[in-house]
C-alpha cells in the first residue's frame, strides 16, 4: 500500500526527532513521525542537558514542565577514586553576560522524550506511529518515498521532506548513502542507575572521577535519589557477567560500604562518529543518526538538540517558500562543523582525560585541572564553553 503525505517526516521519535516534530507543526507544517519501538525507549541513557538546551527548551515553552520532573544543578568536581578533590567548579560564578541560565537540567532521557512528545501530540493533526520501522528510502526532485514494515506489513509513503533522527545505525543516513566516518572506542561503557546519597557523602550532583581503572563520571539523575553511575571496562570481558563487575566497580567508586539499590544498567559501545553529509536532497539527518560521540561530558544529545533546533527553523521557511532550499545545505554544514570542531574532540578530550596514563599528558591534565579550580576566568571559560555548540546563525528569515 503506498500513501502520499503533504508534508514532513520524521524518522525517531528520540528527543531529537520530537524537537525538529515540535517545531515544524507549531509552524504549520504536517508532521508524520515514524518509529520501530512501541514507545519511548527507556534505556539509562542521557540525564545531563546543558545551559543552550536548557534555553531552547524554554524558548519552547517546555522548561517549566520539565523543572517538574528534573532538577536544576550547577556544582561540578573532578576527583580521585580515593576521594581527593581535585576541582570544584560552579556555574553559580556565570555572570548574566555569560547565560541568563547557569544552570544544567538533569533528568533521565525517556522523560524529556516523553514531555516533548505530550506537547506535540497536543498539536491538532500531529501524529506519531510506533511499531513502524523505516525500512528504504528512495527520493527524486519532488519527493521522499519512506518504505515501513509495521504489523500491517510492509507499506510506502510519498512526502516531501524527510528528517532522519533515527539513532546512531540510521536506516535513513544507510539509505541515503552517506558513510559514518570516525571510530569505535576499544571499551565498552556500563550505565548504571543507583539509589545511594552521594550527595551526604560530600560529592557534587556531577562527578568526574580520573583513575586508569576506575574512571567513571557520578551524576544525580532526579529529586528522588537516583543517581547514575557510568564507567568503562574491556569490552572482551563477558557481557553477560557485568552484574558482578557492577559490584566490584562499585566497591572501588562509593566512598564507603552503605547500601545501595542497583535499579538499572545497560552496556554500550561508544563512538566519535560523523556523516559525510547531513543533507541529501530532500534528506536531512539530525542527532545521533548524524553524529555520535561518548557520553563524558553530556555532549551527544545537547548537540543534536541544538541541530532540530536549527532545523526546526530552517525548514519552515524553505517549506513556506521564505528561503531557498540553500538554507539546508548551510544547516548541514554548520551542524557538520559544529560536531567536527567542537562537540566531537571536546568529547573525545573528555574521555581520555578520565583514563589518562602517560605522564606528560597526566602533567597537563593537572594543571588544566589546578586552572580550573584557582582560576576564575577560565572556570568561566570552561562553564560557557557549551555555547559553542550552538554555532553560527545560518540566515533564517524571521517569520
Ligand atoms: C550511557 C549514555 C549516557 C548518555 N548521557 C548523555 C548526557 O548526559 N547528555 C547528552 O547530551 N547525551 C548523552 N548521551 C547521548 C544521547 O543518549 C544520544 O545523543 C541521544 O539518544 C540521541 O537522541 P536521538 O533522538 O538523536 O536518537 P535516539 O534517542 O537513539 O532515538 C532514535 C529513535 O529512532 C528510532 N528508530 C531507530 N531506527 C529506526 C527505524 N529504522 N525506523 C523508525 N524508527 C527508528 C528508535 O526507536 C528511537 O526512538 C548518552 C548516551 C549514553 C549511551
Not at 509513503?157 to 541515503?176: M, P, Q
Not at 528522588?224 to 557492577?246: A, C, K, M, N, Y
Not at 545521533?288 to 525548514?315: E, F, I, K, R, W
Request: proline fraction near 6%; hydrophobic fraction near 40%; glycine fraction near 10%.
Amino acid at each position: 500500500m503506498s500513501e502520499r503525505f503533504n508534508g514532513v517526516v520524521v524518522a525517531g521519535a528520540g528527543p531529537v526527532g520530537l524537537i525538529a516534530a515540535l517545531k515544524i507543526a507549531r509552524a504549520g507544517i504536517p508532521v508524520l513521525v515514524l518509529d520501530s519501538e512501541p514507545g519511548i525507549i527507556q534505556l539509562p541513557r542521557a540525564v545531563v542537558y546543558h545551559a543552550p538546551t536548557v534555553e531552547m527548551l524554554d524558548r519552547l515553552g517546555l522548561l517549566d514542565e520539565m523543572k517538574v520532573a528534573g532538577i536544576l544543578k550547577q556544582d561540578y568536581q573532578f576527583r580521585t577514586v580515593h576521594g581527593e578533590i581535585l576541582a570544584a567548579p560552579h556555574m553559580s560564578v556565570l555572570t548574566p553576560e555569560d547565560t541568563a541560565y547557569p544552570f544544567n537540567l538533569h533528568m533521565p532521557q525517556h522523560e524529556l522524550a516523553n514531555a516533548i512528545l505530550r506537547n506535540f501530540l497536543a498539536i491538532p493533526g500531529a501524529e506519531v506511529r510506533w511499531n513502524t520501522r523505516v525500512t528504504g528510502v528512495a527520493q527524486n526532485s519532488d519527493g521522499v518515498t519512506v518504505t515501513m514494515e509495521s504489523d500491517g506489513g510492509t507499506q510506502a509513503i510519498h512526502c516531501d521532506w524527510l528528517i532522519g533522527a533515527d539513532g546512531g545505525s540510521s536506516t535513513v543516513r544507510r539509505a541515503a548513502g552517506q558513510s559514518f566516518d570516525g571510530y569505535t572506542h576499544p571499551e565498552r561503557l556500563i550505565s548504571t542507575n543507583l539509589v545511594y546519597d552521594f550527595e551526604a557523602r560530600g560529592f557534587a550532583r556531577a562527578n568526574f572521577i580520573i583513575d586508569p581503572k576506575y574512571w567513571a563520571v557520578i551524576v544525580k539523575i532526579d529529586r528522588h535519589g537516583l543517581w547514575r553511575i557510568t564507567f568503562g571496562e574491556d569490552s572482551s570481558l563477558p557481557e553477560d557477567q557485568v552484574r558482578d563487575r557492577i559490584a566490584e566497580h562499585y566497591r572501588a567508586i562509593l566512598p564507603d560500604d552503605g547500601p545501595y539499590e542497583l535499579q538499572a544498567f545497560a552496556p554500550f559501545r561508544v563512538h566519535e562518529r560523523s556523516a559525510v553529509r547531513f543533507r541529501t536532497g530532500r534528506i536531512l539527518l539530525a542527532g545521533d543518526a548524524a553524529h555520535v560521540c561518548n557520553p563524558y561530558g553530556g555532549l551527544g544529545l545537547t548537540s543534536g538538540l541544538l541541530d532540530a533546533d536549527v532545523l526546526g527553523d530552517a525548514l519552515p521557511a524553505v517549506i513556506k517558500g521564505a528561503a531557498g532550499d540553500d538554507l539546508l545545505d548551510r544547516y548541514a554544514e554548520e551542524r557538520q562543523r559544529v560536531f567536527r570542531e567542537v562537540t566531537g574532540p571536546t568529547a573525545a578530550e573528555n574521555i581520555r582525560r578520565l583514563k589518562e596514563t602517560d605522564p606528560e599528558k597526566k602533567r597537563a591534565d593537572g594543571e588544566r585541572l589546578r586552572r580550573l579550580r584557582d582560576d576564575p576566568g577560565f572556570q568561566r571559560e570552561a562553564l560557557t564553553f557549551t555555547y559553542k555548540l550552538v554555532g553560527r546563525p545560518i540566515g533564517v528569515p524571521q517569520q
